[in-house]
């Protein structure tokens, strides 16, 4: 496999220097745990080190870096020191609006404390690889940072980030790289077995589109009854690398009609039909990322209500295992399997459950010996009696597209996050809710520069209000202009509250915009949110 969650070759130096590093976190994980009160210099380097073919299918996906900006509300903290590094400038406005977010801190003061770094490379490799590129960077960065009161962080670890941790003598505060199998698909179904978790039907890892055929015909023999099959890239992004086989056009060779081999040959044929997430995906493209990524045969999980929740959690560097969140997720495309958004928390129905399934999953992975952030996705059906089916379908072993909301919400409200309820609670006991997307995309937004945004923001008082704790933090906002692809996070007291904040948002936008305009993604309306999608 080439992809980079494939093993590596490390010098035995190099990695007992990268051991040093993050024991480090150990021993002083209390003090980083505890950040209000404490003095550290953080690193965070917004790089997406995945697959970058795979990645330039995501619209607008170089504006993602902006997606860790809610970093900067550590920045509350008076002792804290952030280093912020982006492959291209981010708008004076954008930094402007996430430091105006800070309750009871000068502007001037958080300002002082936040150093921007820039490569000034918008070439389609990983941040990571262009800072290790650029040497004079890397001096500038070694000088920024007190390496006794520093760790970095990433929205995912991949060699190059343990690279970079290496030359800049801190600890990283994510996996070790040599761990990311447990995130691909083909990990993902191992854990879960070894979890004793329930997951749909499928395959081992295969590296050719004629073995893809033969597990998929072997899939079809154990459940003659399938009506789609689900084919999935060993590494995807947000639903990406994923594309779904429908087999009732070749219903005449089902198992009971047709050898295995002459299922094969029509499952091969059948490629270069399926359906793709992406509209310039084609399966000449896809067929050549097989023998490069690998490629697993899956299930397709029917049903007529059907939702997709997850739950996320991490593991401390102390061991522990702490479950952090749980969502549904609003999934759209053309097959609904790409993240739009999520909202918080998943439904009562299922939750409690997902909590128990993810500090499985987490304590396996602990054992294995992971580290930070790891969210679990499922597929839930309701059954006939009304209760709800939950099959896991992957792992990431990363920051994901529900990262951003929740930590935004932490950190602004310092609240907690109550395991009893599954609910999330402000310092005045109040429960919390929010409606986040990350696909907020129609063409009438496009041109919109950030300074527009910020004059719709206040004429519509879509502001976040430190007061009440209620309103909308937006994100992606670099990605407007171009792309008219906007990001944002709608807090409320309730979910009914959450999602006509969320609606008001869309109507100011609307308004203020060319209204009627169809979105080239469908945006979530949110309104049938509590019912599934």
Known sequence: MQGLTAASTIHPEQ?????????????????????????????????????????????GVHYYEERLLFSLIRLRNPRTRLIYVTSQPIHPSVIDYYLQLLPGVPFSHARERLLLLCTYDTSHKPLTQKILERPRLLTRLRQAIRSDRAYMTCFNSTVLEREL???LGIPLLAVDPDLLYWGTKSGSRQIFAETQLPYPDGSELVESADDLAIAAAELWERQPQLKRIVVKL????SGGGNALLDLRPIADMAPDQASRSARAAAIRERFAEMSFQSTTESWLN???????????????????EKRSPSVQGRITPTGQVEILSTHDQILGGPDGQVF???SFPADDAYRLKLQDYGLRVGQNLADKGALERFGLDFIAVRQPDGEWDLQAIEINLRKGGTTHPFMTLKLLTYGQYDMTSGLFYNQQGCPK?????????????????????????AQYHLHFNSTTETGTVFHLIGCLSEFGKLGLTSVGNSPEEAEAIYNHVIEALDTETQPGRAGILSVPTFRNTWNGH
Not at 37 to 44: A, G, L, R, T
Not at 288 to 300: D, N, S
């Open 234 to 237: 060993n590494e995807g992004f």
């Open 433 to 457: 809710y929010y409606i986040a997307t990350d696909n907020l995309h129609k063409p009438s937004y496009t041109g919109l520069i950030p300074s527009d945004l910020m004059d719709i923001i």
């Open 340 to 342: 739009l958004g999520c």
């Open 165 to 167: 941790s290496i030359q």
């Open 286 to 304: 896809f067929s050549q990322r097989i023998p490069q990524l690998g490629a697993i045969v899956e299930a397709f999980v029917e049903g007529e």
């Open 15 to 59: 990695r007992e220097q990268f051991y040093q590093l993050q024991s480090q976190l150990r021993d002083r994980w209390q003090s980083i745990d505890q950040q209000a009160q404490e003095d550290w210099d953080i690193v965070v380097i917004p790089s997406l080190s995945l697959d970058q073919q795979e990645l330039q299918k995501v619209t």
